[in-house]
């Protein structure tokens, strides 16, 4: 600092330095003007006091006109070397006495004035009265010139320009030693604030040299530093804490240009933080829009927020699939504005979903395929079925016929014994028979296709009841509540359905009891449910599931008969024409069994 | 002018004017003639202007000198010229005394023939004196603080006075005796005592 003069200590210097010069021009100004201003009064009155006493000496002289003794009076004036000339005149006016005795007459003045003094010619010239008892008896003139004058104010002049060096030479040093009280509190916080600034090290601190202004301004600034500091650690801890994420955080303006950069932002994309700020960041990322740019800062800036998933790639050049979100940051002021962005890298759940999709599709086309050879297997299987059905009917008519004509023939001749096992073997191959007809029943109602159209129930459930006599009286009494609705459905598969359901109403009654079962249907969110209300022994809830499926039968058949196929075939038939089948029921209390169909009116 | 003539009680003093010339003489019977006293000018005119000199050279002796309080009856009294003999002034003394004074004082011109009439003098002015007359004014003037003058150029005087009109080169020029001065407890001026010739 010594060796360097700083511009706070030449400034400090030049004001004192000019503020003493000035007071001292001004001083020795005034000084001098005063000088000049009071040697005239001075001269004049010192030239006056000169003149009383000459012109009080000249008094006898002229009294008495003694010429040679006025003269030598006059010469008295010699050793005064300012006064140019002196005269003594009579009372009449006339020249009485000269000094110097020869004295040229430029030096004299044309007229005689009675008294005073005037300026003339670079000189003071002076008239005073010759009094004797205070009457006037002659006038003596007095010219001094203003060389006294010049030579005092040259004098002082030389005083002052030396009173002003040796001021000036004081000022110089004092303002040395005084330039430093104010210099170097602010040299001192100047050097702080340039450390700072070179080494951005807030811990430095500005000593503090004095108790005035400048020593608070050095605290303020102290103050202001260990601001800063704090704000420092806890903007660096958030720096880490963002750094920490390992999303990628980065804050761009609306232009594009890259603000911010984390840790997580050079995990992602590879780019340090150095390459990227200040980069456009969708070209060094190259990004690849799923919409384009315009649209997305359009609802950025009219939603505040955005989030899609971009295509973007990483310094090595791979392509990464990011899910991002944008949010603007208006709070530095619209023109100002920013958008925070966080991606995350989500290539690897995008190649997952790809290769689950992919995979899918496989499975599909795989299933799809087995599906149709299974189908194809099935058709098989019903048809194989089908035919053996058919076929094992004929041998079982012949074991059926010929039983019956063995025990109406040979009934004469064949012991009870007999007779009871023909009638097995009679009613075995009935209830084989039977079986087989279900079995082909339900063969028929589970394949093929079916064309839907409505279906008049009313005629459909008179035609069941007068071609099966066990559903007409006495035998059973079978109600039905008209109208009932039409519904969507097929025919054959409807007169089936109808056809097991009363079966099985009329069948699973107690003992002695009239079977009696109501019809009747009602609208349901647009389709058609059909009722089957029974008086029968009914049915435990536990086996509600179980007597839809193929011989899922609950009762033993010794008691009931039956195949156990009638309900799945009512199942089977009712899922075909996009229905479905239920039961409500408990045990004793009779059974409810339904038919929900699409309504059959257009 | 007029009026100093008037009560000037030297009328002798015109007289001797006069006899300065034939013409003043007439002009100044006429003016005699017409009543008025004021004559002085003209009169004094036709003396030589030696005169007029010395008469105001007498008269401002009176305020270059001191004279102890004890030589005047008080303090408005006048300063009394005294001429003892011969008036060669003519009527100049007495315009040349009109209006002025000396420490304050008037000053009177009388004219006497007798030495004792000299009592009342402040200044004697002498044209000369034989030894008779020289023991009788210094019997007269013994203890008084009188300024005695002589006018006698040339002329021995057997009284010695304190002051003695000369003539130089047409110059009037004055010469003081100190001792009788200090003697009649007179005091001069330093002044007048530069611009004369001083005699112990």
């Not at chain 1, 001083?27 to 001098?32: D, E, I, K, L, Q």
């Not at chain 1, 290769?355 to 297997?377: I, P």
């Not at chain 2, 006899?19 to 003639?33: H, I, Q, T, Y």
């Not at chain 2, 017409?34 to 401002?60: C, D, H, I, M, N």
Request: hydrophobic fraction near 45%; include cysteine.
């Amino acid at each position: 600092m010594a060796q360097r003069q700083t511009s706070i200590q030449k400034r400090v210097r030049a004001v004192i330095l000019l503020a003493s010069v000035i007071v001292l021009f001004v001083t020795a100004g005034a000084f001098v003007i005063y000088e000049a201003i009071d040697f005239r009064a001075q001269l004049v009155r010192n030239l006056s006091t000169l003149a009383a006493v000459i012109a009080d000496n000249s008094v006898a002289p002229l009294a008495f006109d003694n010429k040679a003794i006025a003269e030598e009076i006059l010469a008295a004036l010699r050793a005064q070397s300012d006064i140019e000339a002196a005269a003594v005149y009579d009372d009449d006016g006339n020249i009485f006495a000269t000094y110097p005795p020869a004295l040229p007459a430029s030096l004299l003045p044309s007229a005689v004035a009675g008294k005073g003094h005037q300026f003339r010619d670079g000189a003071l010239v002076l008239f005073v009265p010759v009094l004797q008892e205070q009457k006037p008896i002659g006038t003596l003139y007095l010219r001094s010139s203003f060389r006294g004058l010049y030579e005092q104010l040259w004098r002082y002049g030389i005083i002052v320009l030396i009173v002003l060096a040796g001021a000036f030479g004081i000022a110089f040093m004092l303002s040395t030693l005084l330039q430093k009280r104010i210099s170097e509190p602010i040299l001192a916080l100047t050097q702080a604030a340039e450390t700072i600034t070179r080494q951005s090290d807030y811990s430095v601190r500005a000593p503090k040299l004095t108790d005035d202004e400048l020593g608070t301004l050095t605290d303020a600034f102290n103050r202001m530093l260990s601001e800063t500091q704090e704000n420092q650690a806890s903007l660096a801890e958030q720096a880490r804490l963002l750094d920490l994420s390992t999303d990628a955080i980065i804050v761009r303006d609306l232009q594009g240009v890259i603000q911010f950069w984390n840790r997580g932002a050079q995990e992602v994309y590879g780019w340090t933080g150095a390459e990227a700020l200040g980069k456009q960041k969708h070209q060094l990322l190259q990004t690849e829009f799923t919409e384009p740019l315009e649209q997305i800062m359009d609802k950025l800036q009219r939603q505040g927020r955005w989030a899609g998933e971009l295509v973007q790639r990483r310094r090595d050049g791979t392509r990464i699939h990011v899910s991002t979100r944008w949010v603007l940051d208006h709070e530095t002021g619209t023109n100002l504005a920013r958008v925070l962005i966080t991606d995350n890298d989500i290539t690897l759940q995008k190649q997952a979903e790809e290769l689950m999709k992919s995979e899918a599709k496989r499975l599909d086309a795989l299933v799809e395929q087995r599906t149709a050879t299974l189908q194809e297997t099935i058709g098989e299987l019903e048809a194989f079925s089908y035919s053996i059905s058919h076929d094992m009917r004929a041998p079982l008519r012949a074991m059926q016929g010929y039983a019956k004509a063995l025990l109406a023939d040979y009934d004469g001749r064949l012991d009870a014994e007999a007779k009871r096992y023909l009638d097995r073997i009679f009613r075995g191959a009935n209830r084989l028979d039977l079986l087989i007809q279900d079995v082909l029943a339900y063969s028929r109602v589970a394949k093929g296709e079916i064309d839907l159209h409505p279906v008049y129930l009313e005629r459909l459930v008179d035609d069941i009841i007068s071609a099966n006599p066990e559903f007409q009286a006495p035998l059973a009494r079978i109600s039905v509540e008209v109208p009932l609705h039409r519904v969507l459905g097929h025919d054959a598969y409807l007169t089936q359905c109808v056809t097991n359901l009363l079966g099985n109403a009329v069948k699973f009654v107690p003992p002695g009891v009239v079977p009696e079962v109501c019809i009747r249907t009602e609208r349901v969110d647009g389709k058609i449910r059909i009722w089957f209300e029974d008086n029968g022994i009914g049915i435990d809830p536990l086996h509600h599931q179980r007597i839809f499926q193929i011989f899922g039968q609950v009762h033993p058949e010794k008691k009931y008969g039956g195949t156990g196929i009638g309900l799945a075939i009512v199942r089977k038939a009712v899922q075909r024409m996009n229905g479905e089948a239920g039961v409500e029921s408990e045990e004793n209390h009779g059974s409810r069994f339904w038919l929900l169909l699409n309504g059959g009116e257009i | 002018m007029r009026g100093c003539s008037r009560k000037s009680p030297s009328l002798p003093l015109c007289q001797r004017g006069i006899k300065g010339g034939f013409l003043s003489a007439l002009v100044a019977v006429l003016f005699m003639l017409a009543g008025t006293a004021a004559l002085s000018a003209p009169a004094s005119a036709q003396v030589s202007k030696e005169y007029p000199l010395k008469a105001v050279f007498l008269w401002r002796l009176a305020q270059f000198t001191q004279w102890p309080s004890d030589a005047f009856q008080s303090p408005e009294s006048p300063i009394v010229i005294c001429i003892l003999g011969e008036n060669p002034f003519g009527d100049a003394l007495n315009a040349a005394v009109a209006g002025e004074t000396a420490h304050g004082r008037k000053l009177v011109v009388q004219q006497h023939r007798a030495v004792d009439q000299l009592r009342s003098c402040h200044i004697l002015y002498i044209t000369g004196a034989g030894p008779r007359q020289a023991k009788e004014i210094s019997a007269a003037l013994a203890g008084r603080s009188v300024l005695t003058v002589l006018d006698a150029e040339g002329v021995a005087s057997s009284y010695e006075t304190m002051i003695r009109f000369l003539t130089e080169q047409n110059k009037i020029r004055l010469r003081i005796h100190l001792k009788p001065v200090t003697a009649a407890r007179l005091m001069l001026d330093s002044r007048l005592l530069r611009s004369a010739e001083v005699v112990e």
